[in-house]
């Protein structure tokens, strides 16, 4: 996110939250005029909806269930991918870090190999392969 996207987000937070302050010193002044307390219902605030998100697609699914840690005689894993037409290779010895980048499939980004590599940079073993 850029840093003026991020100023902008900050500043409509701040309007935000004092328009919640403002909520609040009405609802007192109102209880004032009762008297007591009014029980006031908090509306339905579009922050609380909850957004569903979509199911992984099946290839990352697939791939994601083929993952596994790197066993002894292993050192890291070789991920060969496709990112906006473009063909991209990196070593990544984190398993988090894999499951990550098959998270962020998607029309831009297609893993095509994931392999693991024994320290004299050797594939030990093909965990994805598309065709």
């Known amino acids: ?10 500043a409509l937070l701040l309007e935000r939250e004092g328009l919640f302050v403002r909520i609040h010193e009405i609802e ?8 007591e307390p009014y029980p006031f219902t908090r509306p339905a605030l579009p922050s609380d909806q909850r957004v569903k998100r979509k199911a992984p697609a ?3 699914q697939a791939a994601k269930d083929k993952l596994r840690k790197l066993e002894p005689d292993e050192v890291a894993y070789r991920v060969t991918y496709l990112q906006q037409g473009q063909t991209r290779i990196e070593t990544h010895d984190s398993l988090d870090a894999l499951r990550t980048l098959l998270a962020a499939q998607g029309a831009q980004l297609q893993v095509q190999t994931i392999e693991t590599l024994a320290a004299t940079g050797a594939v030990k073993a093909v965990l994805q392969s598309s065709p």
């Open 1 to 10: 996110m850029s840093a003026d996207s991020q100023i902008r987000i900050n």
């Open 28 to 35: 007192r002044a109102a209880s004032a005029l009762l008297g």
């Open 58 to 60: 099946r290839g990352a």
